[in-house]
């Protein structure tokens, strides 16, 4: 799938467990919002393209505010779509 969050959407839609996120952000005030509500650290994501372009950790508002426009132009510089959502960042999974 070539958009990250229609797929996190089919996904959900069907049952599968997901990390706690957002859809798509309409603005900073918007990914403020959904990150309080997620907890920090976040991960910020461009929708479209890979290869980690347009993927920044966000620990802190600041840091979040510093990197969304950068990832908007990333993606839309890369791949044409400036869509940004973001996820609830794992810093270390637990092994099982």
């Known amino acids: 799938m070539a958009l990250k969050h229609t797929a996190r959407a089919l996904a959900e839609a069907e049952g599968v467990p997901l990390l706690e996120g957002s ?22 994501k461009s ?5 980690g372009i ?13 990197a969304f426009e950068t990832v908007q132009r990333l993606g839309q510089n890369n791949f044409s779509d400036a869509g ?8 270390r999974a637990p092994s099982s």
């Open 23 to 44: 859809e798509l952000l309409a603005d900073i005030s918007e990914a403020r919002r959904a990150a309080e509500r997620v907890g920090y650290p976040v991960m910020l």
């Open 84 to 91: 940004v959502f973001l996820e609830k960042y794992i810093e």
């Open 47 to 51: 929708t479209a393209g890979g290869g």
């Open 54 to 66: 347009g993927m920044r950790v966000c620990r802190d508002a600041n840091a979040l505010s510093e």
